[in-house]
């Protein structure tokens, strides 16, 4: 997990409990202070480490993104010879038995390499204001990254052969790195699933659909260009998604608002078995 100068105390600690109160125990919480925080934020981390040796302060003297924190955290956990990879956000909750349902299923379906599930979605008040649900199979997760990223980052859990093997997140980028790494690995022959469990909570601002700014909508319009090539998915109808993407992420907030209730109808409704 990454924590940020702007990111809420309240919402971090929230985060931080969720994993440590899981039904399944047996692991190391690493949490990247990615340049300096507020004091509050720095209380409440230094609380949790106190309370818990399972957690681990790893600190940026300056921010360097996402994709570089996770590279870092993957190259330190290299000396414990780990299983898997367990992705979390600072602002979102894990329900508690999510490490124990997709550890579970790993070891019970070796081939899969890059487990996701389904998510609430959660305002700020903790309230339920929607759900997000990915389709399943790895055909449909393939088949649908040329034109979306077709996992939820926050809860997805990598197998470490995976960064064993050589691969890593771009960190050259600030955002949509999930997006190039799984076109990457699916590129490369890893084997995806996602669950339909519901096993996070996903916060949902009130400026969720203005965040993107151009820097993310061109990053997401390049990872499209970047999917069809690799995966080799030709066709008209990925060109002319991709291009549509880019410039529906460039209209008013509502507009966007109104087409994001409209894809999480159309995945609930396509994107199941």
């Not at 909750?93 to 999510?98: K, V």
């Not at 997805?156 to 190039?180: A, C, K, P, S, W």
Request: proline letters at 3%.
């Amino acid at each position: 997990m990454a924590v940020y100068q702007a990111d809420n105390a309240k919402w971090i600690s929230e985060a931080v409990d969720s994993i440590l109160t899981q039904t399944y125990t047996d692991f190391l919480f690493v949490i990247v202070v990615d340049g300096p925080v507020p004091q509050l934020i720095t209380d409440a981390l230094s609380k949790a480490a106190e309370s818990d040796e399972r957690v681990v302060i790893a600190q940026n003297s300056h921010n360097i993104g996402l994709a570089s924190s996770m590279n870092s955290v993957i190259d330190f956990a290299m000396q414990f010879n780990p299983s898997f990879l367990v992705r979390m956000d600072a602002d979102d909750i894990s329900e508690d038995h999510r490490l124990l349902r997709q550890i579970t299923y790993l070891k019970k379906h070796s081939n899969i390499a890059i487990l996701g599930s389904a998510l609430t979605e959660i305002n700020e008040s903790g309230d339920k204001v929607g759900a997000r649900v990915m389709p399943a199979s790895h055909r449909q997760i393939v088949r649908i990254l040329p034109r979306r990223c077709s996992l939820n980052h926050p809860t997805v859990v990598i197998r470490f052969n995976v960064f064993t093997d050589g691969h890593r997140y771009d960190g050259e980028l600030r955002n949509t790195q999930d997006y190039f790494l799984w076109i990457t690995l699916a590129s490369k022959g890893y084997i995806f699933r996602n669950l339909k469990d519901r096993l996070l909570k996903f916060r949902r601002v009130n400026n969720f659909y203005k965040r993107r700014g151009l820097s993310k909508s061109l990053n997401e319009f390049k990872a499209r260009l970047y999917a069809i090539t690799k995966l080799r998915q030709f066709s008209p109808y990925n060109f002319l998604y991709a291009c549509g993407v880019l410039s529906l992420r460039l209209m008013p907030g509502k507009v966007v608002k109104l087409a994001y209730k409209l894809d999480r109808h159309l995945l609930e409704r396509f994107g199941k078995h």
